[in-house]
């Protein structure tokens, strides 16, 4: 680094009292996520680190933090667990990275709510509401290392979603507190409509403290998976088993052969190299009607943990955890040159779009389905596994599906538009007008602050020039 | 009653030590639902009557009257609280009426089920299980009075059916203890696919004593009432409400002006007599959400429990006793010459098809409607209000429907065929042969048990014989 921030060092002074690293190998680490899931973040942002990471206990802390930081022209880059793929959490120009691990307080659990830190981990949040028969609608596979406020800031759904539906529908956030990046920073507590400004704005435009979310009932979910002759044939049961309203489940994904018995080891015995599979969580009251189901479909449960014994249980991770972008990750495990996309399937062609998509591309992009519900339909996200062979062809399998009518979230972009709707979020980009007037939160990650006249038709990606 | 059928007398003696009704005017009482909101159904039923009510106290009690009535031929008509509309609980052939109004205990509750007996009244079910944070995920709108068994027997969803769908969805029942009519009448736990056999069939091919039945969270449900200038203002307002996956609603209907203001008598002064309502319960947690969600579409909360003073809640019945076929019973008590539909506006053109009925019959058929989980898709039923004139029109009225795409389930019959899908139901057949081979349970409610060659498609009703 050549360029120091001339405010590093009163920012240091001013927060001296305060749990700040300033270890190079540490800020590092604590400057990354799973970026590097995507060969193109990875050449991009491997060499990216934050100067200082600052850990605040309290609210108070956090508006410390952002005063000095404002007052010093430091740039501050919020921070959860770092378990985001798309660079949320990577500070692109240095400065602070606000690390809110520990800002993880459960503050208020009532029926249907939890009020909690940012920071609090998303499965500590379920450990303290589950006792009393309540759990969060929605996790993302980390859900055990993940952060509530990072899974907020720069997620968007998962597993829940079948039942739910995403992050940004209205009522999956009951409401966040936000604290602005002024002199004299405001805290500001969203609700309804509101929220639509910070959610899965990276940080960029305010720093979430406090959330309220919405509980659900908490049953002991029975990991069960079905084994297909074909990806098709595995698609178009979860597509119809996802229109069973009747049904309660949390998860339905679909993966294509041979992923399962090639990257999900310690469920290789109960897989044939050539099966593909339907993964679920089941609430344990609907395994007899999950069962009727899937015999009337001719379905083979290969695996249901209500009727495995304790031992075979034990080494085998959740089902959850071969789902999203676990898939991806039990891939890179196995076969580090692999990568995967994010691709809507817009309802109700979604079955139609799938089976084009994979008679096109076959093992090249071995299938992988999240089934969700998306504005009120049954319809699929895709992750397929892409076996990676060069930046251009990626760009080229994206246009393809584009092409084909199915939207790429595409995680090899580190831009909130280019990772989603390829155009400018006029309500983000007005609130950080207000809270953020610097724009030293989250640089490099909002085009439409950096370059309003940016084209997202043209080719290439959008290069923020705080990348060094 | 002329014709004395000679089996009364032995099957009385033999069931003498238990609870057995036969004054005749109690006995006509008992032998009563709401048919009469049909003046079709009150012309052809309001004579019928059984000979006896015996009310059983345990299942062994039930399995000997079934028995004693085999032997002697005797019909026996099963009745829960007789809250049904389509005359499903009246005795067509006289014989017993078999009350299961005291075979009510609740056995058993755990996470997301519990286990009753039939006829357990559903309001009993809830305040046992809302201690531990359950309740019911459907309930017809005779919530107070109605019976766990007669639901399921008779009904096919209601409160609850835009959050699970309807009671033929896998799941929606979780298993059913039914006793057959046979010399030895067997025992048969039934769950999964084979509950179809049994579910919606009216008590004709055998008597279901317990039933296990999936719970969900309970939450002390916010009523709202929001109000519109124009129906399809209101119809379009809560189609576009019932596609947010996120705001957690247990009702969702809308009804046409001038009925609220007319028949909404305790309601009345929160409403002009122009306006259409759309009533919703939903979750507490839920209201900021669904305050923006309203505020977005310039919806008028005309109404709103959560913030209502306590006096001024005091007086009103629930959200609920206002919608399905409450909506229809406070207009019957302001105007006995009305009585309405039951209608399938199917997805995705609900709202086109609602807009085309509604356009076509104008105040004849004040419109009613109730949103839904159908087969996966949000859609709704139509209860309207029909300001009746004869026969004839009502059977025009219901033409031009099915003509225009909207299956009517026509609450002017008393046969399971023309009351749902005009088809013979194969496999409520196939069993009835099996569990009823005297066909004497309910007799007269299976076309194709009666009279396997009938016409849906000729002119006029089935009339069963046996009507006296």
């Given amino acids: 680094m050549t360029d120091v921030n001339p405010g590093l060092e009163p920012v240091r002074k001013a927060l001296q009292d305060l749990s700040i690293e300033d270890n190079p190998a540490i800020v590092k680490q604590k400057s990354r996520d799973f970026f590097w899931y995507s060969p193109v973040l990875k050449k991009q942002l491997d ?48 400065g602070v990275v606000l690390n809110l691990a520990e800002l993880n307080k459960i503050k208020e659990i009532g029926p249907g709510r939890v009020v909690c830190e940012a920071g609090a981990l998303i499965s500590a949040i379920d450990d303290a509401t589950r006792p009393g028969g309540q ?7 980390t859900y055990r290392t993940a952060t509530i ?67 659900t009932a908490a049953y002991d979910w029975v990991d069960v998976i079905a084994g297909f002759d074909t990806f098709m044939d595995a698609a178009r049961f979860a597509d119809a088993l996802g229109m069973q309203d009747g049904i309660l489940l949390k998860e339905l994904g679909v993966i294509s052969a041979p992923i399962p018995h090639d990257y999900f080891l310690r469920h290789r015995k109960y897989l044939r190299p050539d099966q593909s599979v339907c993964v679920m969580m089941v609430a344990p009251f609907a395994m007899p ?33 071969l789902s999203w972008n676990h898939t991806t990750l039990r ?55 892409v076996r990676y062979t060069s930046d251009e062809r990626l760009e080229e399998i994206i246009r393809l599906h584009e092409e084909a009518g199915c939207p790429v979230f595409n995680p090899h972009r580190y831009t909130l538009e280019e990772g989603g709707m390829k155009q400018t979020d006029e309500q983000q980009l007005a609130f950080k007008r207000e809270s953020d007037p610097k724009g030293l939160l989250n640089p490099g990650k909002m085009i439409a602050w950096d370059d309003p006249d940016f084209d997202f038709s043209a080719d290439g990606p959008f290069l923020f020039q705080g990348l060094r």
């Fill in 289 to 321: 009607a999950l069962a009727a189901f899937a015999e009337h479909r001719k379905a083979d449960l290969v695996y249901r943990a209500d009727t495995a014994e304790a031992d075979e249980k034990k080494g085998l991770p959740p089902v959850f955890e």
């Fill in 149 to 215: 406020g990072g899974f907020i800031a720069g997620g968007s759904g998962g597993i829940g979603s079948i039942r739910w539906g995403g992050l940004r529908d209205l009522g999956n956030v009951i409401s966040a507190r936000v604290i602005t990046m002024e002199a004299e920073p405001r805290i500001l507590d969203m609700t309804g409509a509101d929220l639509a400004k910070v959610l899965h704005a990276y940080g960029t435009n305010g720093v979430i403290t406090e959330v309220e979310m919405p509980l």
């Fill in 331 to 385: 891939g890179l495990r196995v076969d580090s040159t692999i990568t995967y996309l994010q691709i809507l399937y817009p309802y109700p062609d979604q079955m139609k779009k799938v089976d084009a998509m994979t008679k096109l591309f076959g093992d090249e992009l071995p299938g992988h389905l999240e089934f969700v519900r998306f504005d009120g339909n049954v319809t699929c996200f895709g992750l397929p596994v």
């Fill in 47 to 94: 060499r990216v680190t934050g100067d200082l990471v600052v850990t605040p206990r309290t609210e108070d802390e956090v508006i410390r933090v952002l005063k000095a930081c404002f007052e010093h022209d430091v740039p501050v880059t919020v921070r959860g667990a770092g378990t985001g793929n798309y660079g949320q959490a990577m500070p692109l120009a240095g």
């Fill in 135 to 141: 759990e969060l609608r929605l996790h993302p596979s």
